[in-house]
């Protein structure tokens, strides 16, 4: 795991205490005007001593800044980055880089939707999917599932895309796959 990963991980298990993430959400409620620890106290129906461990926590970890005027506040986009570095850790990332006209089709590094069939953006995913399950030989249909997985959950849905595009090409039974054709240069994508 990256550094930035593992730092973005950090944060999403320092969020997952809920007091530590009501705390949060009460300084991105307050945005720029920030928050005293005897405010915070109040919004969050705790004694100042653990308001103010909670707000160390969150200063401590990056997410957000107190003063010498006595104020926090929420760091903006921190959760935003965390979670760009944790897309780009992402099994199918690189690949994609090759393909940002499709990236809206993906989110944190899985894909999220598909684009009408027969539509150009459909053939450019299928061609991406092809090349990110590197199919050398004769795959069952297990293989090629475990191989879509890291990077779609509807993993039925863009094995049947490689077929219909002509990157796939299943035996009779429908239980084994193997390369339809040979993939293009990058250059192309």
Do not use: C
Request: charged share 25%; glycine share 8%.
């Amino acid at each position: 795991m990256s550094r930035e990963a593992a730092h973005a991980a950090g944060l999403l298990t320092l969020l997952s205490h809920p007091a530590r993430l009501r705390a949060f959400a009460e300084l991105v409620r307050h945005g720029k005007d920030g928050v005293t620890i005897f405010e915070m106290s109040i919004h969050l129906d705790l004694p100042r001593p653990e308001v103010a461990d909670l707000l160390g926590r969150l200063v401590g970890a990056g997410v957000a800044t107190g003063t010498g005027d006595g104020y926090y506040r929420a760091r903006d986009g921190v959760l935003r980055e965390a979670a760009q570095a944790l897309g780009r850790t992402q099994p199918i990332a690189p690949l994609l880089a090759e393909y940002p006209q499709l990236k809206s089709f993906f989110s944190h590094g899985r894909l999220t939707s598909l684009p009408p069939t027969l539509s150009e953006r459909s053939q450019q995913i299928a061609e991406l999917f092809a090349r990110f399950i590197a199919v050398d030989g004769v795959l069952t249909e297990a293989e090629v599932n475990d191989r879509i997985a890291p990077a779609a959950d509807d993993v039925a849905a863009v094995r049947r895309m490689l077929v219909e595009a002509g990157w796939l090409e299943r035996d009779r039974a429908g239980t084994s796959y193997g390369s339809a054709r040979p993939l293009p240069t990058l250059s192309n994508a």
